[in-house]
């Protein structure tokens, strides 16, 4: 079993390897709330949070098998980051966001599509 620091981490440098692959810069960073200062071909900076889930967890009906990302409530003051990106590390892909909920969601595994992940990209890091 992979400790969950070690999920995370794995999640933050794939997701970084993604952006890369497409043109952005990607610096691992260890400050509270943001894991990767990204710059997109077009020069914006962007303060970035990786959420990562391993495996889908057990369906539940109705629903089918779905991603769990977790975002715990906070007790200090910062501003949000600037995106998420949430990361299926078996399927190796990842898709944006600009606002999670506190609490965490819960994501079908049928979003996870290299054409989600593109899609994603392309209107955010662009």
């Known amino acids: 079993m992979v400790a969950a620091e070690g999920v995370a981490r794995a999640g933050e440098f794939l997701a970084a390897s993604i952006l890369e692959a497409r043109g952005s810069r990607a610096s691992h960073v260890a400050i509270y709330g943001t894991d990767l200062w990204v710059e997109t071909p077009s020069g914006r900076m962007l303060r970035v949070q990786v959420k990562t889930s391993s495996k889908p967890v057990p369906p539940r009906p109705p629903n089918g098998e779905v991603y769990r990302f977790l975002n715990p409530r906070t007790t200090n003051a ?33 979003r996870f599509t290299p054409e989600d992940q593109e899609a994603g990209i392309e209107k955010y890091l662009y």
């Not at 299926?88 to 909920?101: G, P, W």
């Open 78 to 110: 910062h501003s949000p980051p600037d995106l998420y990106l949430l990361v299926a590390l078996d399927r190796q892909l990842l898709l944006v966001r600009e606002k999670m909920t506190v609490g965490g969601i819960r994501v079908p595994v049928a």
